[in-house]
């Protein structure tokens, strides 16, 4: 068993559910606090945004047999804190369940409904901290990705030396695009080409704001107008990390973008 147990913490409790809980109870229970405790419908709420993971990290939990057997057991004999793991390992495994996940796929249906734009991998978007995620690939940017991406880039020039990666009759431009998206790991259908609807905001923050957390104020610009939009700054940000803001920006191609801050912590570098 993991030595960093969680059993400080009353799962049953987090989700008004007795101990006797069925499966379905405990996903009835957790969908209706996670509609009422999504950050969408709490914009700008540090509060609501640690309540939605408090609540997803039960769920995690008592959704998965054997975690809950464990957790049962350390109940009964008054266990140390320390069960299960970190908060990203339980959200990690939770993903990877297509039985537990698929909740997900009901909320987004649900808020949809409600007029939010949210999709069901926008949960692990928000379950990890910010970390923009793409068709369901945690993209995280670190001191090491400038590395990482010149390796990456290298071992496709050889290859493209030895077999000729690349249509022979493409431009420079779309050379380029297609080397931006697999060095992002993007899919071949995204595209990075000019007009694009996203918006990147760079903001900076010092060491102890990425420590502790911190709101920014930042100044979005797009289809001639500015916004100044109060961002939250999670607590043990990393520098590099991308946090995104839903439909926050550019129109373009009949569809508005999305926006993201690019956290920069002075002295990181």
Known sequence: MSP???FDRDYYAMLGVPAS????????AYRQLALRWH?????????AAERFKEISEAYA???NPARRRDYDRARQVGASPGFGGNREDLFRDLFADPRA??????LAREMQRMGLRVERNDFQQTLFGGRTVVRGTVIVVTPLTPLLALFRLGRAAMRAARGGALPPKRGVVDRLASAGRWLLGLP?????????????????VTADEARTGAKKRVTLTYDGRSDDVLVTIPAGV??????????KGRTAHGRR??????VEVAGDR
């Open 188 to 204: 071949a259908g995204e595209t990075l080409a000019p007009g694009s609807a996203d918006l990147v905001v760079p903001v900076t």
């Open 101 to 106: 996940s698929a909740i997900f796929e009901e």
């Open 4 to 6: 960093r147990a969680r």
């Open 39 to 47: 950050p969408d419908r709490n914009a700008g709420s540090a509060d």
């Open 238 to 247: 990393r520098d590099g990390t991308r946090l995104r803001l839903r439909g």
């Open 21 to 28: 809980a069925t499966d379905d109870e405990i996903r009835r």
């Open 257 to 262: 973008g999305d926006a993201y801050v690019a």
């Open 61 to 63: 939990v008592l959704i």
